[in-house]
Every structure is written in structure tokens, then in C-alpha cells.
Nanobody, 124 residues
């Protein structure tokens, strides 16, 4: 099995940038699609972005499109989420997840392996 591990979260001000990293322990990400989700207190876990490691296709939630960029570095066995122009509403725990290829990418059921999450807090 593959175990995603997130890092890079922190406390920033509105308008700042952060880059989250997702590294794989155990198996590599090579044969998996990878997605980022986030969950704020009292809210459901929501889709943020996803990337296909086989085809290089990317997908974004409307709320982050144009501000966030998901990328991969196969040589380093890592996936990144570059977050620019951060807003207070981006505050949440961010999770990295991996799963075998499925017809959809925007639901938690599309992924089999989840990291522990990293906290992102954006102050006004």
C-alpha cells in the first residue's frame, strides 16, 4: 500500500502563498491518481484539485481555479499544491489522497489512501 504524507501548512495572511507537498511512503505514486481535499470545522470534506500521474491531466474546484496549481515530480515521487492569493475561506486541514484510476476525481470515494492532513490558516 501507499501512504501519503503532507507537509507545508502554516499560518499566513490573506494574499500570501503556500506550497503544500505530498510525499509517498511505501509504494510510489506512479500508478495512482492523486488529489487534494480540504475540510474546515463543521463542514464536509471538499475537493480541491487532482492530477493524473499517467496522463498529466489536472482538475480544479471552481473556488480555487486560477489561484491554486497542482503539479507532480515523478523523480522525487511527490505531488505539490501551489496556493497563491490565499483567502480566509481557504482555512482548513488539507489532505492528500491517492487512488487507482476511476471515472471521476472529485469525490472522496475515488481515493483509497489518505494522509493525516496539514493545517492551513489564513488570517484577514
Amino acid at each position: 500500500q501507499v501512504q501519503p504524507v503532507e507537509s507545508g501548512g502554516g499560518l499566513v495572511q490573506a494574499g500570501d502563498s503556500l506550497r503544500l507537498s505530498c510525499a509517498a511512503s511505501g509504494r510510489t505514486f506512479s500508478s495512482y491518481g492523486v488529489g487534494w481535499f480540504r475540510q474546515a470545522p463543521g463542514k464536509e470534506r471538499e475537493f480541491v484539485a487532482a492530477i493524473s500521474w499517467s496522463g498529466g491531466n489536472t482538475y480544479y474546484a471552481d473556488s480555487v481555479k486560477g489561484r491554486f496549481t497542482i503539479s507532480r515530480d515523478n523523480a522525487k515521487n511527490a505531488v505539490y499544491l501551489q496556493m497563491d492569493s490565499l483567502k480566509p475561506e481557504d482555512t482548513a486541514v488539507y489532505y492528500c489522497a491517492a487512488g487507482r484510476t476511476r471515472p471521476t476525481v472529485r469525490y472522496t470515494r475515488d481515493y483509497d489512501y489518505w494522509g493525516q492532513g496539514t493545517q492551513v490558516t489564513v488570517s484577514p
